[in-house]
């Protein structure tokens, strides 16, 4: 006969109804009417169902039920209970809201200086998203998919997961927290909205889990520096060397493999050591300037910022190609 005590097991936010949970009455007796308060959520019960569908006028110890009359989407684990009067369940829902902000906010300064050190150690790139969904279950599972796609090189953090539509609060702790917004099976409000744009914060809205995933994999791939390979364009043996006005030392070369490209990087290998490496300052077919020369051909070689090229000397052509 005391008043209902329960844990919230569900919650969405429903098109036709509003703000629906469903909670698993502990102790008490939960009836039509009650002043309850769901986390940090208030509000009064307008309508109970069974695990049937049916509706009820009281739901006992032990016994599932879906509330209707709360003013927002609670989170899935949040306690719930009845309290005196409205005035009661405002003023509870109000101070754990305050100490929530007041969590969010250390948790905040404790990010933002890990943050520092990553990026001043240059090790971990953080990509920080804020989740709603139509039902928690859906902000859960997309929150642990989103947060397996963390590699060594770019870490997900999923700062904000809940049910419900996209609110200003939202958009304000994204832009804080310098995150992007998934939206499933939701839409924003038409103020969050406005203020997305003046904040410049990227919402995306998705029907299907994996493509939100695909599309923050892509995203983390744009964040990754790009690594690049070396790939071997031609190699030229040194035959003649002449002095040029104006130019510097000329090498007079016999291309042996693959083809030199006036563009290309080179090393000039001496008895197999690396003397030198730069880039080509000309590459001439007798008097003309060409864009490559291919095997079994002669050409001059112009090597910038280089004029110590011998007889003898092999001159490595190559160009790093973006993996």
Do not use: W
Request: proline share 2%; charged share 30%.
């Amino acid at each position: 006969h005391r008043r209902a005590v329960g844990t919230v097991i569900e919650s969405e936010l429903d098109k036709g109804r509003g703000p629906v949970a469903t909670i698993l009455v502990r102790n008490g007796t939960l009836k039509i009417g009650d002043s309850v308060v769901a986390g940090a959520i208030a509000g009064k019960v307008r309508a109970l169902f069974n695990d049937m569908g049916e509706p009820i006028k009281e739901a006992g110890p032990s016994t599932p039920v879906e509330v209707l009359g709360l003013s927002d989407v609670p989170q899935a684990g949040d306690l719930f209970e009845a309290v005196e009067d409205d005035r009661a369940a405002r003023e509870i829902a109000l101070q754990r809201q305050s100490e929530t902000r007041s969590e969010v906010q250390r948790t905040n300064r404790v990010r933002l200086a890990e943050l520092f050190s990553q990026v001043e150690e240059g090790e971990v790139k953080d990509l920080n998203i804020v989740v709603k969904a139509d039902v928690q279950g859906s902000a859960e599972a997309l929150r642990e998919s989103l947060e397996k796609l963390t590699t060594e090189q770019v870490r997900v953090n999923v700062i904000h997961a809940a049910a419900g539509g996209i609110t200003e609060s939202d958009v304000n702790l994204a832009a804080a927290s310098n995150a992007i917004i998934i939206g499933f099976n939701v839409r924003p409000e038409s103020t969050a909205r406005h203020l997305s744009e003046r904040e410049g914060v990227d919402i995306q809205l998705y029907r299907v889990i994996y493509e939100a995933l695909q599309d923050v994999e892509q995203a983390m791939e744009g964040m990754l520096e790009p690594t690049y390979e070396e790939a071997f364009l031609g190699r030229a043996e040194v035959r003649a060397t002449f002095k040029v006005p104006g130019a510097g030392t000329v090498a007079g070369c016999y291309i042996q493999e693959g083809k030199i490209h006036r563009n290309a990087q080179v090393r000039v290998l001496r008895d197999n050591v690396v003397v030198f490496e730069g880039a080509l300052s000309s590459l001439r077919r007798f008097k003309d300037d060409v864009r490559e020369v291919s095997e079994g051909y002669e050409c001059g070689i112009g090597i910038e910022r280089f004029n110590d090229v011998k007889e003898g000397d092999v001159i490595e052509a190559y160009e790093m190609r973006e993996v």
